[in-house]
């Protein structure tokens, strides 16, 4: 079995409708894929109507959380979505975007780049917008030559000249949350230090024994050696490893399946997660 765990659609930064989303992931020889948007299940009903005969979708998201100033996310899996303490925090996160991102172009504008809200606006689609929204605005004005250079210190970085800080929610607070929501959490990228700061591995252990289920060790931001000490990591404190692809459609590089995660792995994620349920395709009906 061929499983991706992190992947995005147009509900949030991708560049794939959510109906788009599964029909390349099973044209990419997938098995599973879930769909993890940045704390939005709005891609939800769209996906499961079009999941094609022989995928399997895994309803998910990408919860944005702070850690002693530290950025992270949190990705959540076959959670309730419904479950009104998770949507409450859900939306807090989600209806700060926009102020945050009209305060960034104000900062980029005042940097002498002629952004604006309209054009970041039609850029993201009616999806949450985000900083890939503002970095493709400045990769279409010729100011970067591609969304990950406009994530630098020089512009939408951590710390950066044109960032603003959002509301992002408290990672044990989220794990929590998911939990009662029946769903399963493990830690994203939890060593992409190319993205700007980490927290410590004494966090990750923290974070374990608030009941962390595990952490995503596979990914296009972690090198060789990064994955080796994550699994090391991951065997001392009991949890889960995770690979995906973190699909954005054409906003990154990375591809559908560039990495998965062992069926095994899976297997124990369906266990754990009483929240939701993975729908199987029916070709391009919602699953039974």
């Given at each position: ?247 954005h459609g054409s906003r990154k590089t990375c ?34």
């Amino acid at each position: 079995m061929r499983i991706d765990l992190h992947t995005h659609s147009t509900a949030s930064d991708g560049t794939d409708t959510p109906a788009e989303l599964v029909r390349n992931a099973a044209a990419a020889g997938l098995d599973v894929v879930a769909l993890t948007d940045h704390d939005t299940t709005r891609g939800y009903a769209e996906a499961i109507a079009a999941v094609p005969e022989g995928l399997t979708l895994v309803t998910g998201a990408e919860l944005s959380c702070r850690l002693d100033g530290v950025g992270l996310h949190m990705l959540a899996y076959l959670f309730d979505p419904e479950e009104p303490e998770l949507l409450r925090e859900r939306e807090l996160v989600r209806d700060d975007r926009v102020p945050r991102a009209h305060a960034m172009i104000r900062k980029l504008q005042e940097l002498g780049v002629p952004v604006t809200w309209e054009q970041v606006a039609r850029i993201a689609g009616g999806g949450s917008v985000g900083r890939p929204h503002i970095a493709t605005a400045l990769v279409e004005l010729g100011v970067v030559p591609s969304v990950s250079d406009a994530f630098t210190p020089e512009w939408l970085a951590d710390g950066g000249r044109a960032y603003v800080e959002k509301h992002e929610s408290d990672p044990f607070e989220v794990i929590r949350l998911v939990k009662a929501a029946g769903g399963v959490a493990v830690f994203a990228h939890p060593a992409a230090a190319k993205r700007g700061q980490v927290v410590p591995e004494s966090a990750i252990a923290e974070l374990a024994a608030a009941g962390l289920d595990g952490i995503e060790v596979d990914h296009m931001d972690h090198e060789p050696a990064t994955r080796a000490r994550l699994r090391g990591l991951a065997a001392e404190l009991g949890l889960l490893t995770t690979g995906s692809s973190d699909y954005h459609g054409s906003r990154k590089t990375c591809v559908l399946g560039e990495f998965t995660t062992d069926p095994e792995i899976y297997g124990e994620i369906t266990r754990r997660a009483t929240g939701a349920f993975p729908v199987p395709g029916a070709g391009g009906t919602v699953g039974v």
